[in-house]
């Protein structure tokens, strides 16, 4: 029995670069994973194709907070992705057949010929695979927060973010919550550059600390643990920490300020 396809003839017969033998195309009558992923593939193709002329419009950097937020990725990629044109995926040129002067009568004749494939490079095969999986997570996403009928999240508190008396800074911050329940907090600070900054929440009668994470840029957003609870945990907190390892607070607050009920 035939195994499944591999990534790179998948991405061939998609672009049209390669013609599936009989034995492909046995394995594809019968095989819904393989099918379902070349015609994934294919579809991605037709719609590069055809959208050379769309104009890309670059997301605002809220939308990519929330997206951000929900995957619970990491502070590495929390910048704003900058979006380029479309990849040009031209139709592919047909080779003239050539002519057999050895036929009979001396009559020339398009003698049967079978299109050599011109193989792309493996950056092209490899980006439409990238490709189809990049649209199938993001876009599911994207078109739930932007498309569907969904309301925006809801504005739950916000705080006034004061500078210690070391730092010459200022910043903001808010909590939003989503229809769904999960919770996000917004900060966005001004201050010198230099060193790590970590965002917590303080519980302001226990010093109790919840680190949300490190801060990338002058503006970012933290998912905010279903458990814990914001009528104890009142205070947002800044802080700049030294690349050593040690997870706690530095003691080194930059800036803090008390959530409001918005």
Request: with cysteine; proline share 8%.
């Amino acid at each position: 029995m035939m195994t499944h396809l591999d990534d790179e003839t998948l991405a061939l017969l998609a672009l049209g670069e390669e013609r599936a033998s009989s034995e492909q195309e046995q394995h594809l009558a019968t095989c819904d994973r393989c099918a379902a992923e070349l015609d994934s593939l294919t579809r991605l193709v037709d719609v590069g194709r055809s959208s050379r002329d769309v104009e890309i419009v670059q997301p605002r950097p809220e939308v990519w907070h929330r997206i951000h937020a929900e995957l619970g990725l990491s502070a590495a990629v929390a910048e704003v992705p900058v979006v380029d044109g479309p990849a040009d995926i031209a139709p592919l040129a047909v080779e003239p057949a050539p002519v057999d002067a050895s036929a009979r009568g001396g009559h020339a004749h398009a003698a049967p010929h079978r299109r050599r494939p011109r193989r792309p490079s493996r950056a092209v095969i490899s980006a439409v695979a990238a490709a189809a999986l990049v649209i199938g997570l993001v876009g599911g996403v994207i078109g739930t927060a932007l498309v569907s009928s969904t309301p925006a999240p809801r504005l739950v508190a916000e705080a006034k973010l004061d500078p210690f008396p070391t730092w010459n800074a200022s910043g903001s911050a808010r909590v939003e919550e989503t229809p769904s329940g999960s919770r996000s907090v917004v900060v966005d600070l001004q201050a010198p550059s230099g060193g790590l900054r970590e965002v917590w929440l303080m519980d302001p009668d226990t010093s109790g600390l919840v680190s949300l994470g490190l801060l990338s840029g002058d503006s970012g957003q933290f998912a905010i643990p279903s458990g814990v609870d914001l009528r104890r945990y009142t205070l947002v907190d800044v802080s700049d920490e030294p690349d050593d390892g040690n997870p706690a607070h530095s003691g080194d607050s930059i800036v803090r300020g008390r959530l409001r009920a918005a």
